[in-house]
């Protein structure tokens, strides 16, 4: 558990995929958006 409150993990997608999923929600598509997140984008998304 990160310092936020939230537990992370990594799952092996298919065709580089990056999903970044909060309570089973998506929350952040690389496929969607056309690139990665940067680690505030992410902290902000999960708050």
């Known amino acids: 558990m990160n310092d936020a409150g939230h537990e992370a993990s990594?799952?092996?997608g298919?065709?580089?995929q990056y999903?970044?999923?909060a309570n089973g929600?998506?929350?952040f598509s690389k496929?969607?958006?056309g690139r990665f997140p940067d680690s505030a984008e992410i902290r902000a998304l999960l708050a």
Do not use: F, N, P
């Open 10 to 12: 990594i799952e092996e």
């Open 31 to 33: 496929e969607d958006k």
């Open 14 to 16: 298919a065709k580089g």
């Open 19 to 21: 999903d970044v999923l």
């Open 25 to 27: 929600v998506l929350v």
